[in-house]
T-cell receptor, first 112, second 113 residues
Framework: EDQVTQSPEALRLQEGESSSLNCSYT??????LFWYRQDPGKGPEFLFT???AGEEKEKERLKATLTKKESFLHITAPKPEDSATYLC?????????????FGGGTRVLVKP | GAVVSQHPSWVICKSGTSVKIECRSL??????MFWYRQFPKQSLMLMAT?????????EQGVEKDKFLINHASLTLSTLTVTSAHPEDSSFYIC?????????FGQGTRLTVV
């Protein structure tokens, strides 16, 4: 069974204090790993897709990396508007119906 | 990115009544849509996969007679919560794939009183 574990569950940062979020996964062949941002009361907003180990993607202060067992979301010099829950999800190559398996999320709070 | 629109954003209904939630892909066609449920401070739980023109596939433990899914066109899927009870109160979110990514609607907050 595919599994995704995110850590830490919650993260409090000072503005400008860089940090990393972890997403560990167990999947029967990885088709893709996805990162989303979710604000309270809203649906998840797509950030990145990673497909193979060694791949990296960046968007503003966010950078996602991928290994064979885990992915990291690095937040560089965060601002208060980066406060959100960050969700990681995987799709297996043999996933029935192309469904995603989500981790529990990391709640990030950036204080000014 | 692609846009998925969900309606309504919130709804309050009386116990025993039914509620319909719509999910539309605005700028692409989606043969498959997904319905999730999310409890406070928890992650998304997949309820069912909605397939255009055929029956939905429900995850284990999800009552198909309570959560009716219809995917009548390539841009619209609906979730109907039948005979709603307070324990059905939750945040419901739909998703559509525009490969390879999946895009999500804004979510619907359902409160059953």
């Amino acid at each position: 069974e595919d599994q995704v574990t995110q850590s830490p569950e919650a993260l409090r940062l000072q503005e400008g204090e860089s940090s990393s979020l972890n997403c560990s996964y167990t999947v029967s062949g990885l088709r893709g790993l996805f990162w989303y941002r979710q604000d309270p009361g809203k649906g998840p907003e797509f950030l990145f897709t990673l497909y193979s180990a060694g791949e990296e993607k960046e968007k503003e202060r966010l950078k996602a990396t991928l290994t064979k067992k885990e992915s990291f979301l690095h937040i560089t010099a965060p601002k208060p508007e980066d406060s959100a829950t960050y969700l990681c999800a995987v799709q297996a190559t043999v996933a029935a119906g192309n469904k995603l398996t989500f981790g529990g999320g990391t709640r990030v709070l950036v204080k000014p | 990115g692609a846009v998925v629109s969900q309606h309504p954003s919130w709804v309050i209904c009386k116990s025993g009544t039914s509620v319909k939630i719509e999910c539309r892909s605005l700028d692409f066609q989606a043969t498959t849509m997904f319905w999730y449920r999310q409890f406070p401070k928890q992650s998304l739980m997949l309820m069912a996969t909605s397939n255009e023109g055929s029956k939905a596939t429900y995850e284990q433990g999800v009552e198909k007679d309570k959560f009716l899914i219809n995917h009548a066109s390539l841009t619209l899927s609906t979730l109907t919560v039948t005979s709603a009870h307070p324990e059905d109160s939750s945040f419901y979110i739909c998703s559509a794939r525009e490969r390879p990514e999946a895009f999500f609607g804004q979510g619907t907050r359902l409160t059953v009183v």
